[in-house]
């Protein structure tokens, strides 16, 4: 498999959240294929970030393209290209659902196979129990699980938020290793994280509003 992976470029981005602006003046450019880290503490607008570049979010000032489409303006094509894996709150897995729950799920609405879940499922190097509720797993592997089943139809790009939350050093590593395994079949991955990972990452550092 190999997925022609999407670019990002902004300029100047603004956004704002439940108490005012959480980033301004931001410029970013991300390479097709590429692992990028959106670094920062809490409230530095990380979550709010990953919604614009997925289009599922306004700026507020700026200009962003993401594989040449420009936003807002072609937002809905650039939320067929994007695939949020986990965004908090609104894009995450139920934890009272079994995983075949979640899986009938992303059949219904993201137009996935048996077949391309079950090649998201090798992409991540999972196999888990369908009988099995989400929320009694590992927290790497219900991370792991959304990104099997954003990854199922082999998007052009992955966002995903609190990669490093909740996990000790050695899930952590696990889970920044998938991500990489995921860009070297083309695709392109956004995570949000208080701290980037070692190794060869593009990082897009938000300041503490």
């Not at 289009?55 to 807002?72: I, N």
Request: proline content about 6%; some cysteine; charged content about 25%.
């Amino acid at each position: 498999m190999y997925v022609h992976g999407v670019s990002v470029l902004g300029q100047g981005l603004a956004a704002d959240g439940p108490e005012g602006l959480v980033f301004s003046d931001l410029d970013l450019r991300v390479e097709p294929g590429s692992l990028a880290a959106v670094t920062g503490p809490g409230g530095s607008g990380r979550t709010a970030l990953l919604l614009v570049l997925s289009g599922r979010m306004r700026a507020l000032s700026g200009w962003l393209e993401v594989d040449g489409l420009r936003l807002p303006r072609q937002a809905r094509k650039v939320r067929k290209l994007v695939q949020p894996a986990r965004i908090r709150p609104g894009c995450e897995l139920e934890e009272w659902h079994t995983v075949g729950e979640a899986i009938k799920e992303r059949r219904l609405i993201g137009d996935a196979t048996r077949s391309t879940i079950e090649s998201g499922f090798a992409l991540v190097g999972l196999d888990p129990d369908p009988h099995e509720l989400i929320g009694e797993l590992p927290d790497d592997e219900q991370l792991l699980l959304a990104l099997a089943l954003a990854a199922a139809n082999a998007p052009g790009a992955i966002v995903v938020d609190d990669v490093e939350k909740g996990l000790p050093a050695e899930q952590r590593a696990r889970v920044w290793a998938v991500l990489r395994d995921l860009t070297r079949i083309g695709m392109t991955v956004i995570a949000g994280s208080t701290d980037p990972p070692s190794g060869e990452v593009d990082v897009i550092r938000l300041a503490d509003s």
